[in-house]
C-alpha cells in the first residue's frame, strides 16, 4: 500500500494567493483528517470526515480555509486568500474509521506564504 | 479530551532501554492511552495504545499504572532510528465524540551512539 499520498510536497506562494493542497487517503479508509504542525501551536486538527462528510471543522481557523472531499479517494484544503501567517506543514490523516486506534498521517506539504 | 504532560525532553543511548513518563492525572474512565511518534520531517506514526492493561507490540510496550493516572512508554533497545519526538494522546473513544487527536508538546527524545 502506498500510504497517504499528499501533494505538492512543498509550496512556495505569495501573499493573497489562492493555495490549494491535496491528499489521496488509504484505500478502504473511510476517516480523513486534515492537521496543521507550527513552532508556536504544535500539531492542530483543522477538520476531519467520514465517509466524505465534514463532521467537525471546528479547528478551521478562519473563513479563508475551506476543505472538501468529493469522493473517497481525495481531499483538499484551500486557502484563499493566503496569509504569511499560514506557513506551516500541513498533514492529511486516514483510518479505518473514526474510533478506529490508529491514524496513518502523510508525509506533509509544507507551506511558505511570503 | 483530558491533559497529558511529559517531560519535554530525554537523552538515552544506543541499545538501551528507554521508558518514557506520560503523566494524566485526569484521565476518564473511557480514555484510552495512545502513544504517537514523530521522526524527523515525517508525519506522526501510531506507536501503541491502551486502556488498563499492559501492552506490548512489536514497537514498544505500555505499562499502565493501577490507577490510570500515568503510564510509561517502553522502548526496550533503543536505536538512532529512534530519535523523535513522542505523543502521548488521551481518546475518549467510548464517549461518541469521535475526532482527531490532541497533540501536546510530546517529549522530544535524543539518543546517543
Known amino acids: 500500500d502506498a500510504g497517504v499520498i499528499q501533494s505538492p510536497r512543498h509550496e512556495v506562494t505569495e501573499m493573497g494567493q489562492e493555495v490549494t493542497l491535496r491528499c489521496k487517503p488509504i484505500s478502504g479508509h473511510n476517516s480523513l483528517f486534515w492537521y496543521r504542525q507550527t513552532m508556536m501551536r504544535g500539531l492542530e486538527l483543522l477538520i476531519y470526515?467520514?465517509?466524505?462528510?465534514?463532521?467537525?471543522d471546528s479547528g478551521m481557523p478562519e473563513d479563508r480555509f475551506s476543505a472538501k472531499m468529493p469522493n473517497a479517494s481525495f481531499s483538499t484544503l484551500k486557502i484563499q486568500p493566503s496569509e504569511p501567517r499560514d506557513s506551516a506543514v500541513y498533514f492529511c490523516?486516514?483510518?479505518?474509521?473514526?474510533?478506529?486506534?490508529?491514524?496513518?498521517f502523510g508525509p506533509g506539504t509544507r507551506l511558505t506564504v511570503t | 479530551d483530558a491533559k497529558t504532560t511529559q517531560p519535554n525532553s530525554m537523552e538515552s543511548n544506543e541499545e538501551e532501554p528507554v521508558h518514557l513518563p506520560c503523566n494524566h492525572s485526569t484521565i476518564s474512565g473511557t480514555d484510552y492511552i495512545h502513544w504517537y511518534r514523530q521522526l524527523p520531517s515525517q508525519g506522526p506514526e501510531y506507536v501503541i495504545h491502551?486502556?488498563?492493561s499492559n501492552v506490548n507490540n512489536r514497537m514498544a510496550s505500555l505499562a499502565i499504572a493501577e490507577d490510570r493516572k500515568s503510564s510509561t512508554l517502553i522502548l526496550h533497545r533503543a536505536t538512532l532510528r529512534d530519535a523523535a519526538v513522542y505523543y502521548c494522546i488521551l481518546r475518549d473513544i467510548a464517549g461518541g465524540g469521535a475526532d482527531g487527536l490532541t497533540f501536546g508538546k510530546g517529549t522530544h527524545l535524543i539518543i546517543q551512539p
Open positions: 490523516a486516514s483510518s479505518f474509521s473514526p474510533l478506529a486506534y490508529e491514524q496513518y
Open positions: 470526515f467520514n465517509n466524505n462528510v465534514p463532521i467537525d
Open positions: 491502551g486502556l488498563t
